[in-house]
């Protein structure tokens, strides 16, 4: 079965599939005004495949001409996700996609203009007839929590079960700091990936912020294993969807 996670965002989207991390990010993002590849850029291409996105609209000053231009540019973008899936999967019937629900923070872009992409792309996946999920932001904190660390009960009448960092942080209070730790921390993920990541750790998780493409890519390597750990789990895939809705 083909495993495909979606990370969508306006600027920089993040697709794995089949473990193979992609990034589509656009042009401004990735090079500087004199033409020079940005460090992080430059430094995953060796552990990614990277999609330059052009994004021509931002010197339209007529309304109309402008909400035309964003929506050509959406399937302008939808339709290269769509080429890529093209290349790398083997069946759309037997596949299986997580895509990550809207962000509400202005780091996510105008949330209008995600919406109008995050919608293109999920038609895109319903013309590929591809089963997808659609998994709210919090979900993917609460899924790098469970796919690392140990469940701990915290209930004090009843049992209440939670997963919680090596730091005590409960997954659905992560940072993006605290997901990258999720998978640098796991002896079980020894992907050229995740070891990329434990390369850069201390350089990385000293910034306040961390660097995209990375953030986009963890979320998105995040719900694959998750995803994968589950289908491996149940012999048939309803049972591991069921699992994976009604959990997180």
């Given at each position: 079965m083909d495993i495909i996670t979606i990370d969508p965002s306006i600027r920089s989207t993040a697709i794995v599939i089949n473990g193979n991390p992609h990034s589509f990010a656009v042009s401004d993002l990735i090079w500087t005004k004199t033409n020079r590849i940005k460090k992080w850029f430059d430094i995953t291409q060796k552990h990614i495949e990277l999609h330059t996105i052009y994004k021509?609209?931002?010197?339209?000053?007529?309304y109309s001409d402008l909400e035309v231009a964003k929506i050509d540019f959406c399937r302008?973008?939808?339709?290269?996700?769509?080429?890529?899936l093209d290349k790398q999967i083997t069946n759309p019937y037997n596949s299986i996609a997580l895509?990550?629900?809207?962000?509400?923070?202005?780091?996510?872009?105008?949330?209008?203009?995600?919406?109008a992409l995050g919608t293109i792309i999920r038609n895109m996946l319903c013309d590929h007839k591809i089963t997808f999920i659609i998994m709210p932001p919090s979900s993917v904190k609460k899924m790098a929590a469970r796919l690392?660390?140990?469940a701990v009960d915290v209930g004090k009448r009843k049992p209440k079960i939670e997963y919680r960092n090596n730091e005590g942080v409960m997954g659905g209070s992560f940072t993006k700091h605290d997901i990258y730790k999720s998978l640098t921390?796991?002896?079980?993920?020894?992907t050229d990936w995740v070891n990329f990541l434990r390369i850069h750790e201390d350089e990385?998780?000293?910034?306040?912020?961390i660097p995209k493409p990375i953030e986009d890519?963890?979320?998105?390597?995040?719900?694959?294993?998750?995803?994968?750990k589950l289908l491996q789990e149940h012999d048939d895939v309803n049972d591991a969807i069921e699992k994976?809705?009604?959990?997180?």
């Open positions: 021509a609209y931002d010197q339209i000053d007529l302008t973008y939808a339709n290269n996700i769509a080429e890529l895509i990550e629900g809207y962000s509400y923070s202005s780091a996510s872009g105008p949330i209008i203009d995600l919406v690392t660390y140990p921390e796991n002896n079980d993920l020894q990385i998780l000293e910034s306040k912020s890519i963890n979320d998105s390597m995040v719900m694959y294993h998750i995803l994968e994976l809705t009604t959990t997180f």
